[in-house]
């Protein structure tokens, strides 16, 4: 019987949250993972990148929350990587703290990454309701050239994969992540050697290439409530023009560039 207790009680997922100084935008999701605890069990690590008042744990209920508290700001990788070292569950999902959950993700995420070891996304919406593209084939400079002048148009290119079910993509954003641990460990995780931007492109390349596989679960569905932070943009295209060298110089990305062209694709 008490064997029987512990199958039950014993935690599924890790999920792993930073805060920029974002506790308050952050809440809300908090609450969204506390309301579902009891259908699939799960445990937070929650990461302040940034000194900042702590989120008061009203509406939080009984949810298993660790805290770590960084002494000075790391990146997304080297955060979530540490989040890992609390990971003591078959499953790890990294989160962005303006994700919603519009319904329970896990059970089906779960079921997928049950079938299909590796890496496992949701469909993403905006607010308003329309589709990001959360889920894309390796960049190539001239797509993201084309992408780049779409934006300064204020239209958006169609999503890379669309459709219903799952389907094997290339690469997904990592706003929303669901990791076999066992693969995320065999990794050795996210490259820290990025900064804010191509960490999930390269995890995901590299999973397909040690083995694992990517796939988008088209019919889970969860929301990006983005937040844009204009005053810092030239910041931002600095970080993301050197992690997109860093990106196009690396073996991974070669590696799987090759093994696309001699399968044709």
């Not at 079921?111 to 070891?117: K, L, N, V």
């Amino acid at each position: 019987m008490r064997g029987q207790v512990v199958e039950a009680t014993a935690k599924l997922l890790t999920v792993s949250l930073v805060s920029h100084g974002q506790g308050e935008l952050m809440r809300p999701l908090i609450r969204q993972l506390s309301a579902i605890a009891h259908e699939v069990p799960l445990k937070v690590v929650i990461t302040e990148n940034l000194p900042e008042r702590r989120v008061a744990d009203d509406g939080f209920g009984d949810l298993d929350i660790r805290y770590i508290q960084n002494a000075e700001p790391k990146g997304f990788g080297a955060n979530h990587n540490a989040a890992f070292a609390f990971c003591d569950t078959p499953y790890f999902c990294v989160v962005n703290p303006d994700v919603r959950l519009i319904e329970n993700p896990f059970p089906a995420l779960l079921a997928q990454a049950r079938a299909r070891p590796g890496v496992v996304a949701p469909r993403v919406v905006a607010n308003d309701g329309a589709v990001e593209d959360s889920a894309r084939k390796v960049p190539r400079p001239l797509v993201l050239l084309r992408r780049a002048l779409t934006r300064l148009t204020n239209n958006r290119m169609p999503p890379d994969y669309a459709g219903e079910g799952t389907v094997p993509v290339d690469w997904a954003a990592g706003m929303f992540l669901l990791f076999d641990a066992s693969v995320f460990k065999r990794l050795r995780g996210f490259d820290d050697r990025y900064h804010l931007y191509c960490e999930d492109v390269d995890v995901c390349l590299r999973t397909w290439l040690n083995g694992g596989s990517v796939h988008l679960a088209n019919d889970v569905i969860v929301m990006h409530d983005a937040r844009r932070d204009s005053h810092r943009r030239l910041r931002y295209l600095r970080w993301h023009l050197a992690s997109m060298m860093r990106l196009f110089t690396s073996s991974a990305y070669w590696r799987f560039r090759l093994r696309h062209l001699a399968a044709g694709n």
